[in-house]
């Protein structure tokens, strides 16, 4: 199948510190949705990029979709212990289905 | 805001029963999910449902997977005979258009 590799898979910070989780593909994505999940919740839709470069923006969050349609990535800046949780990418494929990536597990030491 | 409710939050049943999983999607979607995620692990694709039928299943939605949309609200998802392998919590899933997933959330399903 199509995956999403995502890294790293744990990231422990200090609150304020920044945080950054990767997501690359082998191949084109179409486009690429962000989740987040808290302990314990279920994912919730952060956004979707669609376009080459796009850069979005919320908040403390930017989120990027690379040149090539092959990566992305999810930026916070100043972590605060309401960060905790899960972050997931996925591809979006046929019939709106979404492979989602492993995800990586944020950690915040308050 | 509107919500995609599931019941029952957690499952419990003996190894070989029959469970079936509810869930009442956002009313003016059109596509429905159902994901599975073993404690801990990812988010896996179990089937895709529109126009009332499978548009997409995965290779762990076997002949002991089934799907229904009986009246038009409620999507079930149900597992025939259970195996202690299928304990996961299981996420239903809508959308209207490519604008994201509003999950539910969830039922914990625990074999036995």
């Known amino acids: 199948g199509q995956q999403v590799m995502q890294i790293p898979q744990y990231q422990h910070v200090q609150e304020g510190e920044d945080f950054t989780t990767y997501c690359n593909s082998s191949t084109t994505l179409s486009n690429i949705q962000w989740y987040k999940q808290r302990p314990g919740g279920h994912p919730v839709f952060l956004i979707q990029?669609?376009?080459?470069?796009e850069v979005k923006k919320q908040k403390r969050l930017t989120f990027q979709f690379g040149e090539a349609k092959k990566n992305s990535s999810l930026h916070i800046t100043a972590t605060q212990t309401t960060d905790v949780g899960t972050y997931f990418c996925?591809?979006?494929?046929?019939?709106?289905?979404?492979?989602f990536g492993k995800g990586t597990l944020l950690t915040v030491n308050p | 805001e509107p919500e995609v409710t599931q019941t029952p939050s957690h499952q419990v049943t003996q190894m070989g029963q029959e469970v079936i999983l509810r869930c009442v999607p956002i009313s003016n979607h059109l596509y429905f999910y159902w994901y599975r995620q073993i404690l801990g692990q990812k988010v896996e694709f179990l089937v895709s449902?529109?126009?009332?039928?499978?548009?997409?299943k995965s290779e762990i939605f076997d002949d002991q997977f089934s799907v229904e949309r009986p009246d038009g609200s409620n999507f079930t998802l149900k597992i025939r005979s259970t195996k202690l392998e299928d304990s996961a919590m299981y996420f239903c899933?809508?959308?209207?258009?490519?604008?994201?997933?509003?999950f539910g959330s969830g039922t914990r399903l625990t074999v036995v």
């Open positions: 990029l669609v376009k080459s470069g």
């Open positions: 996925a591809r979006g494929g046929s019939n709106y289905k979404l492979t």
């Open positions: 899933a809508s959308t209207g258009t490519y604008y994201g997933y509003t």
């Open positions: 449902f529109y126009n009332n039928e499978i548009s997409e």
